[in-house]
């Protein structure tokens, strides 16, 4: 998975090319996240016999916002389930809410983390933590592609650049496709990164990266955290990779739970407002 999408990196000091470039990188990420929700809309015009796309991503909005889910992550889950049929009751059957998987790598009740959100931005300050690292970033899966969705530390150039991820080229991208912890030592002189992602990166500040995959309860990838250190890194103790693979289990099991409680239940909801 390249962290470009095949646009060009940023290259400080290009005056207009760098522009141009910018510009480049703003409509590629406005086209990928545009993408999934116009997906999502086309299925509600089509299953509800909605009068217009715009009338479809009302509902979606509303939905998201009434049950605090991200609406691009409300998009995906509806394009990925069965679609609707206006004559049921609702969208999924109900079922009992089984309560939170509990965090506790995360020192928290996963009770008392209200929404996906928290959970990861908590998961990156602790996996920074455990890595000693001060920058660093979560990314889900999202339609086959690594989407960021927390960052901290990294500049603009750098989450602009890395907001989608579809082709396999830097690290993070090679660990979510072997399922395992990817270590950068050194991303100057690394073959891991095409050399547009290396510029990327290395403007950040960052010299070296270590990633960590998210997985489901049947060992999905679901997502990545990866800790961005400002010097070359040596390999991480076996202690410390332990402590990202536990916490790779116990988000990834709390993110599959939130999918199948909130955001099932927003689209419950959803469904009772478009058959009304």
């Not at 599959?256 to 955001?263: E, G, K």
Request: charged share 20%.
């Amino acid at each position: 998975m390249s962290e470009n999408s095949g646009a060009p990196g940023p290259r400080p000091g290009e005056g207009g090319s760098q522009d141009a470039e910018q510009q480049a990188i703003d409509a590629r990420n406005r086209k990928l996240a545009r993408a999934g929700v116009a997906r999502a809309e086309r299925l509600l015009v089509s299953s509800y016999r909605l009068s217009s796309e715009q009338e479809a991503f009302d509902l979606l909005r509303s939905a998201s916002q009434r049950f605090n889910v991200k609406l691009h992550t409300l998009a995906e889950t509806a394009v990925h389930l069965p679609a609707p049929r206006p004559g049921d009751s609702s969208w999924v059957p109900d079922r009992p809410r089984p309560a939170a998987p509990p965090l506790p790598v995360l020192r928290a009740d996963g009770r008392r983390l209200a929404d996906d959100s928290a959970v990861l931005k908590t998961a990156l300050q602790r996996t920074l933590h455990i890595t000693g690292a001060e920058m660093g970033n979560v990314q889900l899966v999202q339609n086959g592609m690594l989407r960021m969705e927390h960052h901290t530390g990294l500049n603009g150039l750098f989450t602009d650049y890395f907001t989608f991820v579809d082709a396999s080229t830097t690290s993070c991208s090679q660990a979510a496709e072997q399922s395992r912890q990817v270590t950068v030592e050194d991303v100057a002189a690394s073959d891991a990164f095409d050399e547009d992602s290396r510029r990327a990166i290395l403007q950040t500040g960052s010299r070296a990266c270590h990633s960590a995959p998210l997985l489901s309860p049947r060992g999905t990838v679901i997502g990545m955290i990866s800790s961005h250190h400002d010097r070359p890194l040596d390999p991480l103790t076996a202690d410390r990779s332990a402590a990202l693979d536990q916490l790779g289990r116990q988000v990834g099991r709390w993110l599959v739970w939130h999918r199948n409680t909130a955001v099932i239940s927003a689209l419950n909801h959803l469904h009772t407002t478009a058959t009304r």
